[in-house]
């Protein structure tokens, strides 16, 4: 399974950005998909996971509201739209995926894309 992950930028406080993360190499509905984050410094953390059906989401409390995940099991893609940016969403925004909803909300998911940076002005 390969992950391709877009759609960074830099954007300024109060913006809109959208990420999608496409995936190839097996039957993308087969599984749960999840967005995390590493600020610089900092540890990676969990941003949101979907899962394969798309029926069922999980937010990390400092998105909710504010950040929406959706996916298209026809185009083999995942998308996060992000609304209301702020500086201290600036990160490299990385989707993951796995067979299993729970490994990719504990960030132990078996496939990674490359990341896509994001950076918020103030």
């Known amino acids: 399974v390969q992950l391709q992950a877009s759609g960074g930028g830099l954007v300024q406080a109060g913006d809109s950005l959208r990420l999608s993360c496409e995936v190839s190499?097996?039957?993308?509905?087969?599984?749960?998909m999840g967005w995390f984050r590493q600020a610089p410094g900092k540890d990676r953390e969990f941003v949101v996971a979907?899962?394969?059906?798309?029926?069922?989401?999980y937010y990390a409390d400092s998105v909710k509201g504010r950040f929406t995940i959706s996916r298209d099991n026809a185009k083999n893609t995942v998308n996060l739209q992000m609304n209301s940016l702020k500086p201290e969403d600036t990160a490299v925004y990385y989707c993951?995926?796995?067979?299993?909803?729970?490994?990719?909300?504990?960030?132990?998911?078996?496939?990674w894309g490359q990341g896509t940076l994001v950076t918020v002005s103030s």
């Open positions: 993951a995926a796995d067979k299993s909803f729970n490994l990719v909300v504990a960030g132990s998911g078996d496939y």
């Open positions: 190499g097996r039957t993308f509905s087969s599984y749960a």
């Open positions: 979907i899962r394969r059906s798309g029926g069922s989401t």
